[in-house]
């Protein structure tokens, strides 16, 4: 009598190794279940969710060359995982730009997006703008002066 695919059978554990554990089956054949079809959560240690002599119910996953796959994993109701996923998502909030002081008292909004450029020529023109005022606020910040390097010495 073979062990069809799909049915869902009860044998004892009778060993466990840290890649999946051997459970003997009512036909005096064995099977085994690997870790990763133990539980719907991750499993690091085996030993914390079976041991030798636990009776349990699984399901047969394959069955080539008298080596039997059991699962108990798609016994179990995938309800945590369902709800896990369902999860409302997190709306994240829009970035409003900082206020520009111009003067006291005096705030002046950037945008956050300039108008789109129409033309290639005026999207290098934006980005060559946008690099060399980059490139200046860098030099300011660190401090040094056009010409001379960090060491002082001329370049």
Do not use: C
Not at 83 to 100: G, Q, V
Not at 109 to 127: G, I, T, V
């Amino acid at each position: 009598m073979g062990i069809e695919i799909g049915t869902i059978v009860e044998g004892k554990v009778s060993g466990i190794s840290k890649f999946g554990a051997f459970v003997d089956l009512p036909d005096n054949t064995t099977g085994m279940i690997h870790i990763s079809e133990v539980s719907q959560s991750y499993v690091n240690d085996i030993n914390d969710f079976l041991k030798v002599g636990d009776t349990v119910k699984a399901m047969v996953i394959s069955s080539e060359n008298g080596k039997i796959a059991l699962s108990i994993k798609k016994t179990q109701p995938k309800t945590a995982e369902k709800d896990i996923n369902k999860s409302p998502k997190k709306s994240r909030k829009t970035h409003k730009p900082a206020p520009r002081v111009t003067s006291p008292g005096d705030y002046e909004w950037q945008n956050s997006q300039p108008a789109a450029p129409s033309s290639f020529e005026d999207m290098m023109s934006l980005f060559k703008r946008t690099s060399e005022d980059k490139i200046s606020d860098l030099h300011k910040a660190s401090g040094e002066s056009r010409g001379y390097s960090r060491r002082g010495s001329r370049k």
